[in-house]
Every structure is written in structure tokens, then in C-alpha cells.
């Protein structure tokens, strides 16, 4: 054993490998698991079945070795289906993450540096914030035929809100200091004062931002699935699949077990993720580790 710890060690770029691990826990932990996830969720293809495949002749039948994670009321396979539906939940939560990040950056960067707009877009902002995502959901999927691309527009509306203020926050401060206003009073364009001055100082809280807006897109949509709002019944989610097992909890617990125990391990992993990137980008939570 001892031996074969040596050779990893001896490997090139593995003893930096283990000082980072042992540095920054909470990221390996958490980023591992969500690396873990997205890996499972890529290959669903190759290592499970159809997950609307039914057969009433094995329904709740306990997990095995032919059906690890057993199956539902309507025999279809859970392990399959609990791999499918990550697939929909990194797909919304990424989305999601990526459109607020990136939308917050360029309203935000807008809002803070040019007064006479702040005034209009903030108010705006209160106004998308003041609408909660279910009940948005709800109303976009009456009006609509529902979708992934709904529910992805459902969380961002409201989420959107919160990154434009923290962009803004973080230019009216930048906008202060004494760099840029060198760069003003030498004349420099707006344009690269923004991008080359400003713009570097919102990655670090952004970055941290987006993975909490990735793991509160990931529980709404849950939510919205299990509401019947999120995205259509053929889909399998892990909202979806709990809700159309809740009457089979004391019969066969697995068909909510494990799709639960999915949700709350991926939100739990991107939340170790955000913390331990705070703690990594903070120059004062660093000096103090």
C-alpha cells in the first residue's frame, strides 16, 4: 500500500494535486461530486435503459442486481430515470447560472457607471423581483406548451435581479477609486475603462454568485416539477419523479430515496463548491488560511 502511495506521489503535478486537495477541501469535495455527476448524467446513454421504458410486470419491485435503484407504479427502471434526470437539473442550473452571470455583468456594469440610467434599470429590477419564480412558472406554462427553455426563463427572470445589484454595488465602489479616475481624467474610452479597469473586479464575486444561483435554479425546478409546472410529465426530473411516487412512500421508499437523496447531494455539492471558491477568491479569507 505504502509503495503504491509512493508511486502516485512520484507522479509530475501529483504532490501540487495533493497540496490543493488539502488546501482547499471544500472545492474537491464539492466539485468532485458535481465532476461525478455530470460524468453519470453524460454517459446515461451507455449505462442505463430507456427511462420511459415500462413493464407492468416488475412495478415496485425492490432495487437488485438487475434494477439497482428498483422500479416505479409503472415498472419503469429508477436508475435510469434518476440519471436522466440530471441531465434536466444541470442543464437548468448551468443555464441559468451562465444567463445571470452574464446578464448581470453587462446590465450591472451599465447601471453603475452611467447615472442617469441607474435610476430606470434598478427600478425595473425591483420590479422582476418582486415576481416569484413558481407562480411565474405557473403562468408561462399556462400560456405556453411548458418546456425546458420555460422553466429556464422562469428562474432566471427573478434570479437576474440579484446579480445586476451585485455588479452594480461593485462598480459604484471601483468607479471611486483612484485608478479610474486616472483613467477618466487621461482621457481613456468608456468602453476600455469598463472592460480593462472595472469589469476584472466582478469575476471573483460573480463566480461564487453563480454557483448559488446553480443550486437554487436546481431546487425551484425541482419544485416546479413537482408542482406540475416545471418541464412536461415525459421528461423524467427528480421533481417529477417524487411527486408521482408520493403515494407509494410506505411501499416502496426507494422511489423517492433515491431521487431525493440525488437532489440533495448535487445542491449540497455546488453549495461546498461556492463556499469553498469564496474562501479561495476572498484576499482576506486567504491571508487569514
Not at 471544500?26 to 446513454?45: F, S
Not at 446590465?107 to 423581483?129: C, E, Q, T
Not at 440579484?162 to 479610474?180: D, G, M
Amino acid at each position: 500500500m505504502s509503495d503504491a502511495l509512493t508511486a502516485v506521489l512520484s507522479v509530475p503535478g501529483s504532490v501540487g494535486l495533493v497540496r490543493f486537495v488539502r488546501r482547499n477541501v471544500r472545492i474537491a469535495i464539492g466539485g468532485g461530486i458535481v465532476l461525478l455527476m455530470v460524468v453519470l448524467a453524460a454517459a446515461a446513454p451507455l449505462i442505463a435503459g430507456n427511462p420511459n421504458a415500462m413493464n407492468p410486470m416488475v412495478r415496485l419491485e425492490a432495487p437488485s442486481a438487475l434494477c439497482w435503484f428498483g422500479t416505479d407504479n409503472l415498472g419503469r427502471d429508477v436508475f435510469a430515470r434518476t440519471l436522466y434526470g440530471a441531465q434536466v437539473s444541470l442543464a437548468i442550473g448551468f443555464s441559468v447560472a451562465v444567463l445571470a452571470v452574464a446578464g448581470g455583468m453587462l446590465i450591472g456594469l451599465f447601471a453603475g457607471y452611467y447615472r442617469h440610467l441607474d435610476a430606470v434599470i434598478m427600478r425595473l429590477m425591483d420590479g422582476l423581483m418582486a415576481i416569484p419564480s413558481i407562480l411565474l412558472a405557473i403562468a408561462l406554462v399556462a400560456l405556453t406548451n411548458g418546456g425546458v427553455g420555460i422553466v429556464i426563463v422562469a428562474i432566471l427572470l427573478p434570479e437576474l435581479p440579484r446579480e445586476v445589484r451585485l455588479v452594480r454595488a461593485i462598480v459604484l465602489s471601483a468607479r471611486e477609486q483612484p485608478f479610474v479616475e486616472a483613467a477618466i481624467s487621461g482621457g481613456a474610452r468608456t468602453r476600455k475603462i469598463l472592460i480593462r479597469h472595472i469589469l476584472p473586479s466582478t469575476f471573483a464575486p460573480l463566480t461564487v454568485q453563480g454557483t448559488y444561483v446553480c443550486a437554487s435554479s436546481i431546487l425551484v425546478e425541482a419544485s416546479l416539477s413537482f408542482l406540475g409546472a416545471g418541464v412536461p410529465p415525459s421528461i423524467p426530473t427528480w421533481g417529477n419523479m417524487i411527486a408521482s411516487s408520493q403515494l407509494y412512500l410506505g411501499l416502496a421508499p426507494w422511489t423517492i430515496f433515491f431521487p431525493g437523496m440525488a437532489l440533495a447531494l448535487l445542491v449540497l455539492a455546488v453549495n461546498l463548491l461556492g463556499d469553498g471558491l469564496r474562501d479561495r477568491l476572498d484576499p482576506r479569507l486567504s491571508r487569514r488560511q
